[in-house]
């Protein structure tokens, strides 16, 4: 990535409405190899499908207030331990590059119809993101403080305390935050909440975000 990956979590936001503006075709191929080089890096079977509307022309997505949701992405994979873990880490991956790309995002768990993403036998798919032009540039939340997530102190590394600055900037289910750090010596353990909606997803999200952030040379997952 090119910009300053702290810059683009702060300014990556939710959005569910979309500009009728089609992606142009350097684009998808930006996203099409990111999305293909993450499937081997995590072993998933991402898929980005584009001018698909009907995903979205369901009741369901009229509740979410999705409108013009024409393009998603499929979070796909073999079925097993790990799975939607691994979908959020990558996933966001692929969220941060769109983002850095000039498109905005949006996770979708349940507010949406049918996909037609190819799923084989043995997979399953997990969930889905939008993706599009947004009408605008989505919003801030609100957002717990560090200490309320991790039990970093003033003498914490620096690395931590941006990498747990990083993690609350991530999106997570109805803004539930529901996970902690924790630091011994380099090694970071990274927990979910034991009661919510999407946690493990979520678990996977944030650490994406701490590991960009924090830098993966500086420590390692316990």
Not at 2 to 20: C, K, P, T, W
Not at 142 to 164: H, I, L, M, N, Q
């Amino acid at each position: 990535m090119n910009e300053g990956i702290m810059e683009i979590m702060r300014r990556r936001h939710s959005v569910r409405q979309y500009l009728d503006k089609p992606i142009p075709r350097e684009l998808r191929a930006q996203l099409d190899a990111c999305a293909a080089e993450l499937n081997r890096e995590g072993g998933l079977n991402m898929q980005i499908l584009y001018d698909e509307p009907e995903c979205f022309n369901s009741r369901m997505a009229h509740y979410g207030k999705f409108e013009n949701a024409k393009n998603y992405i499929a979070l796909v994979g073999r079925k097993g331990d790990g799975l939607e873990e691994r979908c959020g880490y990558y996933g966001e991956k692929l969220v941060l590059r769109a983002q850095e790309l000039g498109l905005n995002t949006c996770w979708v768990a349940l507010t949406h119809g049918k996909s037609k993403a190819v799923v084989a036998p043995g997979e399953r798919e997990v969930i889905i993101i939008s993706l599009g032009y947004g009408k605008t540039q989505g919003s801030p939340r609100k957002s717990k403080s560090a200490a309320e997530v991790s039990g970093a102190s003033t003498d914490a590394p620096e690395w931590f305390r941006r990498g747990v600055e990083a993690a609350l900037l991530a999106p997570t289910a109805v803004n539930q935050q529901k996970f902690r750090f924790e630091l011994s010596g380099d090694r970071v353990t990274a927990r979910a909440g034991l009661i919510g909606t999407c946690l493990k997803i979520d678990l996977g999200i944030v650490k994406c975000h701490f590991a960009l952030a924090a830098g993966e040379e500086n420590f390692t997952w316990a």
